[in-house]
């Protein structure tokens, strides 16, 4: 009986030791991903005199291709066809019907969202450390290409998004769309476009929320603890939230991903993955608690 007694002992010792020990390892866990936008706020406050600044993101936003069934058709067309088009031929798949008056379309929601105005030096601050867009070689013994000929202002939209002097705009731009279509509402003259503009073009972009606005930043990931703070953070994209018509967020499968869709009350959407944290997550969504939406349920 004692014998019995002490095995049973064992058994509770060692389960209630593995235990403990899971229950350290969470903790541990949970320590390790608790965070503050603390030192975030501090840099951006400036740059937002009058706001109030409720959430500033921790890391990148990215927009990758997050609907599984969507990417894989993604990857297949482009494989299959994107080379073989004529860049001419996504107008007809975009339903662009007159691809200069689409230039400007396009550029007017960048000109109010960004909060700008697209002149050369402004658009050159913004642009700076972006690589430019990468230029083919030219073939042997052909000519250097000349660069295409644009106003002031496309110039600048050109410089601010690092697109190729040598190549169409409208080309590039329905390339871009064409290329992100499962992952917004499929048209750049929009909100959600504008935006999509900036996430395709510049890293190390998070989400600030404020009272009265959404902002998307340029600052980078922080600092190591033992580095000095060296980020001088930019706005790149600014929209007020009464033009945030919804925001539907959701847990993500991985540990330190979620997904968000924003509409816009011109009927436009975006669909983004925040790599945040839960902590971070928690505080994107009470910063928007008051705009409709789904929100997770766990």
């Known amino acids: 009986m004692s014998e019995g007694r002490s095995r049973l002992g064992r058994l509770t010792d060692a389960v209630l030791g593995g235990a403990r020990a899971a229950r350290d390892k969470a903790r541990e866990l949970r320590d390790e991903f608790r965070t503050t936008d603390e030192p975030e ?12 600044i409720r959430y500033v993101g921790l890391a990148p936003v990215r927009a990758p291709e997050t609907h599984r069934a969507g990417s894989q058709l993604a990857d297949r067309v482009h494989a299959e066809l994107a080379e073989a088009l004529d860049p001419r031929a996504l107008f007809g798949l975009l339903n662009i019907v007159n691809p200069v008056a689409w230039v400007d379309a396009v550029m007017t929601p960048v000109r109010v969202a960004a909060g700008v105005l697209l002149l050369p030096g402004k658009a050159a601050v913004l642009a700076a450390g972006t690589p430019e867009a990468a230029e083919p070689e030219p073939a042997p013994g052909s ?9 002031a202002e496309q110039e600048a939209f050109r410089a601010l998004f690092r697109l190729s002097r040598h190549r169409p705009l409208a080309d590039q731009l329905a390339e871009i769309a064409y ?60 929209v007020p939230r009464q ?12 540990l330190v991903q979620f997904p968000s869709t924003i509409v816009f009350d011109d009927g436009s959407w975006i669909r983004i993955v925040n790599p945040a944290t839960r902590d971070d997550q928690s505080r994107f969504l009470a910063a928007v608690r008051d705009l409709p939406g789904q929100r997770p349920t766990a």
């Open 243 to 254: 033009r945030v018509a919804r925001i539907d967020s959701e847990h993500g499968a991985r």
């Open 179 to 238: 290329r992100r279509r499962y992952v917004f509402s499929g048209d750049l003259a929009t909100l959600a476009g504008s935006l999509l503009l900036f996430l395709e073009r510049y890293t190390g972009t998070p989400l600030a929320v404020t009272d009265t606005h959404l902002h998307l930043l340029r600052m980078g990931r922080r600092p190591d603890p033992d580095r000095e703070d060296r980020r001088r953070p930019q706005v790149l994209w600014s």
């Open 41 to 52: 706020r501090a840099l951006v406050a400036p740059l937002l005199p009058g706001e109030e």
């Open 143 to 151: 000519a250097p290409r000349e660069p295409l000929p644009l106003t």
